[in-house]
Protein backbone atom coordinates (compact mmCIF):
# COMPACT_ATOMS: atom_id res chain seq x y z
CA UNK A 1 0.00 0.00 0.00
CA UNK A 2 1.42 3.29 -1.17
CA UNK A 3 1.77 5.92 1.61
CA UNK A 4 2.88 9.35 1.93
CA UNK A 5 4.95 10.01 5.60
CA UNK A 6 5.96 13.77 6.32
CA UNK A 7 8.75 14.62 8.91
CA UNK A 8 10.24 17.95 10.18
CA UNK A 9 7.41 20.27 11.23
CA UNK A 10 7.39 21.73 14.76
CA UNK A 11 7.62 25.49 16.18
CA UNK A 12 9.93 27.82 15.10
CA UNK A 13 10.38 31.74 15.56
CA UNK A 14 9.72 34.22 13.32
CA UNK A 15 12.33 34.45 10.65
CA UNK A 16 13.94 31.19 11.39
CA UNK A 17 13.96 28.17 9.19
CA UNK A 18 12.24 24.56 8.82
CA UNK A 19 12.89 21.86 6.47
CA UNK A 20 9.67 19.43 5.44
CA UNK A 21 10.42 15.75 4.01
CA UNK A 22 8.00 13.49 2.64
CA UNK A 23 8.70 10.13 1.79
CA UNK A 24 6.37 7.89 -0.12
CA UNK A 25 6.54 4.28 0.56
CA UNK A 26 5.45 1.33 -0.72
CA UNK A 27 5.02 -0.33 -4.14
CA UNK A 28 5.56 2.38 -6.98
CA UNK A 29 5.56 2.42 -10.56
CA UNK A 30 6.80 5.82 -11.15
CA UNK A 31 5.90 9.22 -9.57
CA UNK A 32 4.71 12.37 -11.49
CA UNK A 33 4.37 15.04 -9.67
CA UNK A 34 4.97 16.41 -6.03
CA UNK A 35 4.10 19.13 -4.06
CA UNK A 36 3.24 20.58 -0.85
CA UNK A 37 -0.05 22.31 0.14
CA UNK A 38 -1.28 24.14 3.49
CA UNK A 39 -4.06 24.37 6.01
CA UNK A 40 -4.52 27.45 8.11
CA UNK A 41 -7.67 26.87 11.08
CA UNK A 42 -10.55 27.74 9.18
CA UNK A 43 -9.08 28.00 5.60
CA UNK A 44 -9.25 26.21 2.53
CA UNK A 45 -6.30 23.83 2.00
CA UNK A 46 -3.72 25.76 -0.56
CA UNK A 47 -0.96 25.12 -2.63
CA UNK A 48 2.46 26.00 -1.22
CA UNK A 49 5.02 24.55 -3.72
CA UNK A 50 4.75 22.00 -6.87
CA UNK A 51 7.45 20.03 -8.70
CA UNK A 52 7.05 17.98 -12.07
CA UNK A 53 9.31 15.10 -13.25
CA UNK A 54 11.09 17.64 -15.19
CA UNK A 55 11.79 19.38 -12.03
CA UNK A 56 9.78 22.68 -13.10
CA UNK A 57 8.45 24.18 -10.01
CA UNK A 58 5.85 26.38 -9.29
CA UNK A 59 5.38 28.22 -5.93
CA UNK A 60 2.37 30.23 -4.34
CA UNK A 61 3.12 34.08 -4.61
CA UNK A 62 3.39 34.48 -0.43
CA UNK A 63 6.20 32.64 -0.71
CA UNK A 64 8.03 32.93 -3.44
CA UNK A 65 12.02 33.65 -2.60
CA UNK A 66 11.21 32.03 1.26
CA UNK A 67 10.40 28.43 0.19
CA UNK A 68 12.52 26.21 -2.21
CA UNK A 69 10.99 22.94 -2.97
CA UNK A 70 13.11 19.88 -4.29
CA UNK A 71 12.34 16.11 -4.88
CA UNK A 72 15.15 13.03 -5.35
CA UNK A 73 13.79 10.45 -7.24
CA UNK A 74 16.24 8.04 -6.75
CA UNK A 75 14.60 7.70 -3.01
CA UNK A 76 11.11 8.94 -4.26
CA UNK A 77 11.49 11.73 -1.66
CA UNK A 78 10.77 15.48 -1.52
CA UNK A 79 11.57 18.14 0.43
CA UNK A 80 10.31 21.99 1.20
CA UNK A 81 12.96 24.14 2.62
CA UNK A 82 10.93 27.27 4.55
CA UNK A 83 13.33 30.29 5.09
CA UNK A 84 12.68 33.78 6.46
CA UNK A 85 9.51 32.01 8.10
CA UNK A 86 6.22 34.30 9.15
CA UNK A 87 3.14 34.18 11.48
CA UNK A 88 1.09 33.81 8.31
CA UNK A 89 3.11 30.65 7.43
CA UNK A 90 1.45 28.88 10.62
CA UNK A 91 -0.73 26.01 9.17
CA UNK A 92 -0.53 22.30 8.77
CA UNK A 93 1.45 21.28 6.06
CA UNK A 94 0.50 18.69 3.52
CA UNK A 95 2.68 16.13 0.91
CA UNK A 96 0.82 15.26 -2.45
CA UNK A 97 2.26 13.22 -4.66
CA UNK A 98 0.60 11.89 -8.15
CA UNK A 99 2.26 8.90 -9.05
CA UNK A 100 1.21 5.25 -10.51
CA UNK A 101 1.23 2.09 -7.80
CA UNK A 102 2.98 -0.90 -9.18
CA UNK A 103 -0.79 -2.75 -9.10
CA UNK A 104 -2.51 0.16 -10.76
CA UNK A 105 -2.19 1.35 -14.29
CA UNK A 106 -2.86 5.04 -14.03
CA UNK A 107 -1.35 7.40 -11.51
CA UNK A 108 -3.51 8.17 -8.49
CA UNK A 109 -3.86 11.45 -5.70
CA UNK A 110 -1.56 10.73 -2.53
CA UNK A 111 -1.85 12.92 0.03
CA UNK A 112 0.41 12.65 3.58
CA UNK A 113 -1.05 12.72 6.91
CA UNK A 114 0.07 16.43 7.63
CA UNK A 115 2.51 18.29 10.05
CA UNK A 116 2.08 21.14 12.01
CA UNK A 117 4.51 24.14 11.53
CA UNK A 118 3.68 26.87 14.11
CA UNK A 119 5.89 30.11 13.75
CA UNK A 120 5.63 32.41 16.91
CA UNK A 121 6.89 36.24 17.56
Known amino acids: QVQLVESGGGLVQTGGSLRLSCAASGSIFSINAMGWYRQAPGKQRLLVAF???????TYADSVKGRFTISRDNAKNTSSLQMNSLKSEDTAVYYC???????????????WGQGTQVTVSS
Open 96 to 110: YAQLRPSSLPTMRHY
Open 51 to 57: ITSSDTT
